[in-house]
Each structure stands twice: as structure tokens, then as C-alpha cells.
Nanobody, 127 residues
Framework: VQLQASGGGLVQAGDSLRLSCAAS????????MGWFRQAPGKEREFVAA????????YYADAVKGRFTISRDNTKNTVSLQMNSLKPEDTAIYYC?????????????????????WGQGTQVTVSS
């Protein structure tokens, strides 16, 4: 089971980045996917999630309107388009697969509801 996140980097405030997460060794299309982030000295926090079908998305208030999550069930990938980046977006970003099959709802916000996690990709936004 592997979730491989990529696309992080060092950018300036106002720039954009697109994170991708490729899944292998697991059933992808039937499960919700999420992105979380963890900044130094802080707890891991929810960023965005997408239902198993891709029809419903969820966002943290801090990123709403700037970030867009999407998935391609034919390629077993989930992406996070990040626009208008701010220094406070600096963190390690993790993708994860939700534990419940065919679920769409508020449990997608909770990190404890995810079974499989990627290794993380660093995003650094300079001011």
C-alpha cells in the first residue's frame, strides 16, 4: 500500500502549486481522499477532502476559495491545486485515504478517520 505525494516546493506569496498523490496497492475509487498539513510545532490539520465519487468536496476555512481538490479514479490520483499561497500555508502536506468505503460526509474532516497516509511533501511559501 503506497500513497506517493509530490509537487511541493519553495514559492513566493501569491504563487501557485499543484500537489499530486498517486495511490498503489489499494482500492482507490471506492474511498474518500483527503489532504492534511502539519507546520512545525503545530498539530496536523485538515486541508481538503473529496468523496469517493468525486462529486463532493470539503475544505478548511483557511483554504476555501484558494485550494481545489480533485481526483482521477482512472489514474488512482488525487490532486490539490493551491492558488494565492500565503506564508501561513507553509507545512508538510500529506494525502490520505479514508477508512470507510463509499462514504461521503463530515467524517472526512477527521485525521483519525484515515487509514493510509503518504509520506508528505514540503510546501514553503516565502513572504
Amino acid at each position: 500500500v503506497q500513497l506517493q505525494a509530490s509537487g511541493g516546493g519553495l514559492v513566493q506569496a501569491g504563487d501557485s502549486l499543484r500537489l499530486s498523490c498517486a495511490a498503489s496497492g489499494l482500492t482507490f475509487s471506492g474511498y474518500g481522499m483527503g489532504w492534511f498539513r502539519q507546520a512545525p510545532g503545530k498539530e496536523r490539520e485538515f486541508v481538503a477532502a473529496i468523496s469517493f465519487s468525486g462529486r463532493t468536496t470539503y475544505y478548511a476555512d483557511a483554504v476555501k476559495g484558494r485550494f481545489t481538490i480533485s481526483r482521477d479514479n482512472t489514474k488512482n490520483t488525487v490532486s490539490l491545486q493551491m492558488n494565492s499561497l500565503k506564508p501561513e500555508d507553509t507545512a508538510i502536506y500529506y494525502c490520505a485515504q479514508h477508512k470507510a468505503r463509499s462514504y461521503s460526509g463530515s467524517r472526512l474532516y477527521a485525521a483519525t478517520e484515515y487509514d493510509y497516509w503518504g509520506q508528505g511533501t514540503q510546501v514553503t511559501v516565502s513572504s
